[in-house]
């Protein structure tokens, strides 16, 4: 686990996986930002991408056209700890319209760390 995940010790943490529940404790950190809407006028040299709240998340500008239309976002670093969605958008002096959307992953707790802050997960495969 890398020291960008927000791990702090002596913060509590969920109990490890058991075959009686199901459950482990998870961060969310981003995994990659869908571009739904790429919008136009940005400036690609000079704007740049706000995640807020950051999480310690940092996202760039992939890809523009030349109409100033973002294709693609780069994840520089996940972050973590991320129970909601955050607001992400492109900090323009000139463009607008973007809409881009975050794909989560989960990382599994390791036994010697504790993040600040654990999303339970509960398997139901099975259990209906």
């Known amino acids: 686990v890398s ?4 791990i702090s ?13 199901g459950e482990y404790p998870v961060v969310l950190t981003i995994d990659s930002i869908n571009v739904v809407d790429g919008g136009f006028n940005y400036d690609c040299s000079k704007d740049t991408v706000v995640v807020e709240p950051d999480n310690g998340a940092k996202l760039s500008i992939g890809r523009c056209d030349a109409l100033g239309t973002i294709n693609s976002i780069n ?9 909601d ?3 992400i958008y492109i900090q323009s002096a000139s463009g607008y319209n973007v809409k881009l959307v975050p794909t989560f992953k989960t990382i599994k707790v390791v036994e010697d760390i504790a993040p600040t802050q654990i999303i339970q997960v ?3 495969v099975g259990k209906f």
């Open 122 to 124: 509960i398997d139901c």
């Open 3 to 6: 020291p960008g995940l927000g």
């Open 85 to 87: 969605d955050p607001n």
């Open 75 to 83: 994840v520089d670093d996940g972050g973590s700890g991320f129970k």
């Open 9 to 21: 010790p002596g913060v509590s943490r969920g109990d490890l996986p058991t075959s009686e529940t």
